[in-house]
T-cell receptor, first 113, second 114 residues
Framework: EPEVTQTPSHQVTQMGQEVILRCVPI?????FYWYRQILGQKVEFLVS????????KSEIFDDQFSVERPDGSNFTLKIRSTKLEDSAMYFC???????????FGSGTRLTVV | DQQVKQNSPSLSVQEGRISILNCDYT??????FLWYKKYPAEGPTFLIS?????DKNEDGRFTVFLNKSAKHLSLHIVPSQPGDSAVYFC?????????????FGQGTTLQVKP
């Protein structure tokens, strides 16, 4: 069964450093998403991406965050200067069409120290 | 922002019995609802969905019921199996958002005892 692949599975970084979280969505999907889940809290929407541009972003997704689909297969989330409160599980997801059940990746656990 | 709420953090049922997981929402613009299951160290897995034009959708052991007037949905699992033990998230989306963004509830941890 097709799956969404995320790397790395765990990333530890120092506060203030840049991190790039990588995702390979399902190949024929058109809609891409990043969500995060802080430990013990709900899964929160960060950003949606369609047709090579951001279609919606949450208030969490401030200027420190950016997304890119550099080569037609990868979908990346960059955090420019990490803060302690960025520590969370980050999930990438993709969908073949809007308003349909997404396929999520297994997540990247980001720990900012 | 508590647009989607799952008021029961946990539920324990005996194998073979029915599991009922509940979810309430406040935003009347939501018109598509989904249930996801999540195991530790894995991403959420899509289970079943329902659009607001229906009040019931069934897929094998899983049935989702939607009561629009009460802004309430529930997931029934019959019969429950130990492998169903996981965290279950309710999520909602509005066609008006135009992006497929999902709003998740806090999750309910289901434990099915053998």
């Amino acid at each position: 069964e097709p799956e969404v692949t995320q790397t790395p599975s765990h990333q530890v970084t120092q506060m203030g450093q840049e991190v790039i979280l990588r995702c390979v969505p399902i190949s024929n999907h058109l809609y891409f998403y990043w969500y995060r889940q802080i430990l013990g809290q709900k899964v929160e929407f960060l950003v949606s991406f369609y047709n090579n541009e951001i279609s919606e972003k949450s208030e969490i997704f401030d200027d420190q965050f950016s997304v890119e689909r550099p080569d037609g297969s990868n979908f990346t989330l960059k955090i420019r200067s990490t803060k302690l409160e960025d520590s969370a599980m980050y999930f990438c997801a993709s969908s073949g069409r809007q308003n349909y059940g997404y396929t999520f990746g297994s997540g990247t656990r980001l720990t900012v120290v | 922002d508590q647009q989607v709420k799952q008021n029961s953090p946990s539920l324990s049922v005996q194998e073979g019995r029915i599991s009922i997981l509940n979810c309430d929402y406040t935003n009347s613009m939501f018109d598509y609802f989904l249930w996801y299951k999540k195991y530790p160290a894995e991403g959420p897995t899509f289970l079943i969905s329902i659009s607001s034009i229906k009040d019931k959708n069934e897929d094998g052991r899983f049935t989702v019921f939607l009561n629009k007037s009460a802004k309430h949905l529930s997931l029934h699992i019959v019969p429950s199996q130990p492998g169903d033990s996981a965290v279950y998230f309710c999520a909602a989306s509005g066609v008006s958002s135009n992006t497929g963004k999902l709003i998740f509830g806090q999750g309910t941890t289901l434990q099915v005892k053998p």
